[in-house]
């Protein structure tokens, strides 16, 4: 996910263009994540990253990330309520309520870039 959020940061730049992105403009930005490899493939794994400029590229990263982030966060809850071990329990809740957190601040994002600012 952090891969996600850094392309999201590095769209927010002033160099961003609405140029159609090409595979090594891709590649590029991928460079500057921790993991170059899986940046590139997630970003190429959504349809939309043929059509789209490096706001586009930062929404479809919002998106992945998102999805990402709600089914995490759906089998934290599931674990919650499947363990009967305490400990356990308040771990996955605090986990939960971070991944919460990460969804709310991605939407929050995704209203940014929908903004138009």
């Known amino acids: 996910m952090f891969i996600l959020v850094s392309i999201v940061v590095m769209s927010m730049t002033p160099t961003s263009t609405s140029n159609k992105l090409t595979d090594t403009k891709i590649k590029h930005l991928c460079s500057k994540t921790s ?3 899986v940046c590139y493939k997630l970003s190429k794994s959504d349809p939309r990253t043929a059509n789209v400029d490096v706001r586009g590229l930062a929404e479809v990263s919002v998106d992945l990330a998102s999805n990402k982030a709600k ?6 809850n599931s674990s919650v ?8 329990k308040n771990i996955y809740k605090l986990c939960s309520s971070n991944y919460n957190d990460a969804i709310r601040d991605l939407k929050a994002i995704k209203n940014y ?5």
């Not at 089914?71 to 934290?76: D, E, G, V």
């Not at 309520?81 to 356990?88: G, I, K, V």
């Not at 870039?113 to 600012?117: C, D, I, M, R």
């Open 113 to 117: 870039l929908h903004s138009g600012a």
């Open 71 to 76: 089914k995490t966060h759906s089998l934290l």
């Open 35 to 37: 993991n170059v490899g």
């Open 81 to 88: 309520n499947a363990t009967h071990d305490s400990r356990l």
